[in-house]
């Protein structure tokens, strides 16, 4: 993979973690729940979050905000026209 490939997957990966992160820290959950967050590449250069181990608690948070997200009028119609 060249070098440049690699800094744009790796550029791609912060650039869909930090939100996740950041959306994390306005449900309250803790720093150390944050860092489970990091960025990835596969050999072949495709960027990925990996999620590592999180308690079922902060995971029933996150799995109600985006519930409550989803039933939301206003994201539901903006995610409608996106949905395969």
Same mark, same amino acid.
């Given at each position: 993979?060249?070098?440049?490939?690699?800094? =744009?997957?790796?550029?791609?990966? =912060?650039?869909?973690?930090?939100?996740?992160?950041?959306?994390?820290?306005?449900?309250?959950?803790?720093?150390?729940?944050?860092?489970?967050?990091?960025?990835?590449?596969?050999?072949?250069?495709?960027?990925?979050?990996?999620?590592?181990?999180?308690?079922?608690?902060?995971?029933?948070?996150?799995?109600?905000?985006l519930?409550?997200?989803?039933?939301?009028?206003?994201?539901?119609?903006?995610?409608?026209?996106?949905?395969?």
């Open positions: 993979m060249e070098m440049q490939t690699w800094r =744009d997957s790796r550029s791609r990966a =912060d650039n869909a973690t930090n939100p996740l992160r950041e959306a994390l820290a306005a449900l309250g959950l803790p720093e150390r729940v944050r860092r489970h967050l990091q960025p990835m590449l596969t050999h072949q250069g495709a960027p990925f979050v990996h999620v590592r181990m999180l308690s079922a608690e902060h995971v029933e948070r996150i799995a109600e905000a519930r409550i997200a989803a039933e939301a009028p206003s994201l539901a119609a903006a995610s409608s026209g996106t949905r395969s």
